[in-house]
């Protein structure tokens, strides 16, 4: 089993930033994708950034260039660094693991982008 604890969330104006945090905690070997989602009110929930066990990175188009996906040396933390932040980036933001067919989930933490 795998627990994953973020933090980091919060009210923020326009052009302002935030850094997320997810510690993975307990049955963390073999985790192979550690990734951040977000879901604003009345949408779908969508991936925003992802990074591999082998360092690779992928991002949503609409954060390219704005928000930026890294983990620690022991990959137990991944942290989303979100610069220039907008009103549409308003939303709850989830952390998940994925480890082969297996995937677990963050409690959430929101993010809210005042105009």
């Known amino acids: 089993q795998v627990q994953l604890v973020e933090s980091g969330g919060g009210l923020v104006q326009a052009g302002g930033s935030l850094r997320l945090s997810c510690a993975a905690r307990?049955?963390?070997?073999?985790?192979?994708?550690m990734g951040w989602y977000r879901q604003a009110p009345g949408k779908q929930r969508e991936l925003v950034a992802a990074i591999t066990n082998g360092g690779s990175t992928i991002y949503a188009e609409s954060v390219k260039g704005r928000f930026i996906i890294s983990r620690d040396n022991a990959g137990n933390t991944v942290y989303l660094q979100m610069n220039s932040l907008k009103p549409e980036d308003t939303a709850v933001y989830y952390c998940?693991?994925?480890?082969?067919?297996?995937?677990?989930w963050g409690q959430g933490t929101q993010v809210t982008v005042s105009s």
């Open positions: 998940a693991a994925y480890r082969g067919s297996s995937s677990y």
């Open positions: 307990g049955s963390i070997f073999s985790i192979n994708f």
